[in-house]
């Protein structure tokens, strides 16, 4: 070490040959210091470069090093440098400099020591660590400091809040985003300046609020002193505008900035030209891109995937293609983008074919294709059913510089799982996807369950479910029915009571949510349960499938006690018998609820009335149980058509006085006679309600019915006035009209 010392500082007399800042560097590195406070390590041998300090050689210096720890350590000997010929002392810019090295590496805390060792905590440095917090997602920490920062400058920290919004923006979290915002401008102690309602207009824009982020834009528009709109104010206003497609209010926005002595910048002409892209408008994109290049703007890279984006919006894929030849040829390299559009917009079309042609193109021209479009090719091969050649991509995926990530993997291995005789291929990728760095997850256990059970290979199919559930996944309902089937088909009723204990082991499971599976129902509760336990109620799902099962532990007090009069001996009746008993008591119990809950929301005469109507509308379990309700409803249906020749005559006529009556109640005066009438129209008909809009009739409108489904509906709900209904034989509403129009 000594020796190489010896042989450094010679080096350092003959400047031109080795240049100072990779003296440091290398004598760093002998150092090499691998923790923020090396305590066996002497900084001795750096006393050499004393008489070269200054503040641009130590910032090139830190921002040299790749080692953050080796940055550190000299910035720490140069604070106290020993000769200090040159009086050195750090800058301002140092500091910036050593603690942006320390956040990009994320050493938050150290940075942070520094700082406060250094007495440098201030609203700038601070607002620093907010935002590399918040790029971290750890935006409870990143607002602590926001509230250390008020203190430490009274509530004078500007910078702190821009850093604050910006992360909130960034995570889409505008509501916390709005407080801190209106906090500001209570507080009173900075006023927002163009950064803060830039970010606040960005947030806003994000989440197509464009009215929020034209309120913001006024404000600023009236405080020209502090907060005058610049041109990325302007560019943000223009972009959202385009993606609600608004364009002339875009094409507004920048009149008036024109107007007011902000030039346009090439994001600004990307932003509208994106915009009338996105409508399908790519002639005018491109007579666009000749204005930009008329203000000596010149376009770039992004400027022509919207054009590539507007074409394949407007189903150009073949124009889409030659463009990006055109691209190529006029030396406008296409990067990852713009290819990636291409290659999307072919696998929407199915044509895997010439989208791994694009593929192998980008590799060919040294353009690393995105794990997206890889995944959208892989998508479409399965979809296909061509497995192989998806199998085949996915292998090949690293050697064409695009590592697969856990999606690439589920694609593929999930559609396997549905093909029988292809679980030796599924496991190989799996134990690529695991020594990857990837992790199976519950939905990927669930397919591989149902793999091996297409199968008949129950052992793994139990396999893979106990490793699921020790991993603490939630077995979900399919992937328990299908072992639970499997087991039940081969008579292990044993094994198959070991997995539903199994699956109470894990947190937050429903075990009522396992009982009451239909499916599983078949096959445990009804076969096991019914056999073995007491006191059990009848379920009904809205699948129209029933069950009967163990009563929840716990019924709300103050509902009516459902009675267990289901538990009657059973093994003395037939099964048709018993659940046409059990459905007996079932609907007295649901009556019994719903009048209980009638009674606590003060239903009155009329509400008890349509109430009961209601219930009556639809079939009783007894009836869905013993297959009654069918053949009333055919009865029902028959007795309908044989009277509805008889109905439709008279219903004219009932129709016109009915409306007749209705029209005249609304332009009478009210005396003590016709007010008693429409007391008893209102009793009459106070449960009609209207086919269109489900309100209750009114005395007070006009109302009309129509001849064919005989619904009534308010007359303005139909377009339909008492003068033109006088000259209408037969009415029909639009729902009628319609399905005689398509037969």
Request: hydrophobic share 35%; proline share 3%.
């Amino acid at each position: 070490m000594a020796a190489s010392f010896r042989s450094l500082t010679n080096t350092l007399h003959t400047p031109d040959r080795v240049p100072l800042v990779t003296s440091i560097a290398i004598l760093l590195r002998n150092l090499n210091p691998q923790k923020s406070t090396p305590n066996n390590i002497d900084s001795a041998p750096l006393n050499q470069f004393s008489p070269h300090l200054d503040s641009k050689l130590v910032i090139q210096v830190v921002k040299e090093q790749t080692n953050p720890f080796h940055a550190l350590f000299f910035f720490n000997w140069a604070s106290n440098p020993s000769p200090n010929p040159n009086n050195y002392y750090h800058t301002h810019l140092c500091y910036v400099a050593i603690t942006r090295v320390l956040l990009s590496h994320s050493l938050f805390c150290t940075a942070a020591s520094l700082l406060q060792k250094s007495h440098k905590l201030s609203d700038f440095f601070i607002g620093m660590l907010i935002k590399a917090y918040g790029d971290r997602g750890d935006i409870r920490t990143a607002i602590s400091w926001l509230d250390q920062t008020k203190k430490i400058e009274n509530g004078n920290c500007l910078f702190s809040y821009n850093s604050i919004l910006g992360v909130l923006v960034g995570k889409n979290r505008m509501k916390l985003a709005q407080a801190i915002f209106d906090q500001i401008v209570e507080d009173n102690v900075v006023q927002p300046d163009v950064s803060t309602c830039t970010t606040m207009i960005k947030g806003y824009c994000k989440l197509g609020m464009i009215e929020n982020a034209r309120k913001v834009f006024d404000e600023m528009m009236m405080n020209t002193k502090h907060c005058s709109p610049d041109t990325v104010t302007y560019t943000t206003m223009i972009d959202g505008y385009c993606k609600i497609g608004e364009l002339e209010e875009a094409k507004k926005c920048l009149t008036e900035m024109g107007n007011r002595g902000c030039k346009p910048n090439v994001f600004t002409y990307n932003a509208l030209i994106n915009g009338l892209c996105l409508i399908g408008r790519v002639e005018d994109a491109k007579l666009m891109i000749t204005k930009m290049r008329l203000d000596g703007l010149k376009d770039n890279i992004a400027t022509h995937t919207s054009i590539l984006k507007g074409l394949c919006l407007a189903g150009k894929s073949e124009q889409a293609v030659k463009y990006l030849r055109d691209m190529i040829k006029s030396n406008i390299k296409p990067d990852v983008k713009s290819y990636g559009v291409i290659v999307n917009e072919y696998c929407k079309l199915g044509k895997s074919d010439v989208a791994i042609t694009l593929l192998k193109e980008m590799q060919a021209r040294g353009v690393r294709a995105s794990v997206s479009s890889f995944n959208a090719v892989l998508r479409i091969l399965a979809g296909n059913g061509e497995l192989d050649r998806a199998v085949l991509l996915l292998k090949q995926m690293p050697h064409m510089g695009c590592s697969p990530n856990f999606l690439s993997y589920n694609t593929v291995i999930c559609r396997l799982c549905m093909a029988k005789g292809r679980m030796q291929e599924v496991e190989e990728l799996v134990n690529n996807m695991t020594r990857s760095g990837a992790s199976i997850d519950a939905n990927m256990y669930s397919c591989l369950i149902k793999g091996y059970r297409k199968d008949s290979n129950e052992e793994m199919a139990m396999r893979i479910a106990s490793e699921m559930i020790n991993k603490k996944y939630v077995l979900n309902l399919e992937s328990f029915s299908v072992i639970v089937k499997m087991l039940y088909a081969k008579k292990k009723m044993i094994e198959a009571e070991n997995i539903f204990q199994l699956c109470g082991r894990c947190a937050g499971v429903d075990m009522e949510s396992y009982r009451r599976h239909p499916t599983v129902s078949v096959t445990i509760n009804a076969k096991l349960l019914i056999a073995e336990k007491e006191n059990l109620c009848l379920y009904g799902f809205p699948s129209e499938q029933w069950e009967v099962n163990l009563p929840a532990e716990e019924v709300p007090p103050e509902l009516p006690e459902p009675a267990l009069g289901i538990n009657f001996a059973r093994d003395g009746m037939q099964e048709k018998d018993w659940l046409s008993l059990v459905a007996v008591h079932s609907d007295a119990w649901l009556l019994s609820v719903a009048f209980y809950f009638g009674a606590r929301f003060g239903f009155d005469k009329a509400d008890r009335k349509r109430l009961f109507n209601m219930i009556n509308e639809l079939p009783t379990i007894f009836e869905v149980v013993t297959g009654t309700a069918k053949k009333q409803t055919k009865e029902k249906s028959s007795v309908s058509n044989h009277s509805s020749n008889k109905s439709k005559s008279n219903s004219k006529v009932q129709r016109g006085v009915e409306s007749q009556t209705k029209y005249t109640k609304a332009v009478q005066s009210k005396d003590e006679d016709e007010e008693a009438l429409e007391e008893e129209d209102e009793e009459e008909h106070g449960e009609t309600l209207c086919g269109a809009c489900g309100e209750n009739y009114a005395t007070d409108e006009f109302w009309i019915c129509c001849d064919i489904c005989e619904k009534w509906f308010h007359g303005k709900c139909v377009k339909i006035t008492p003068a033109r209904a006088e000259h209408i034989k037969q009415y029909k509403c639009p729902s009628c009209s319609n399905k005689r129009a398509r037969s």
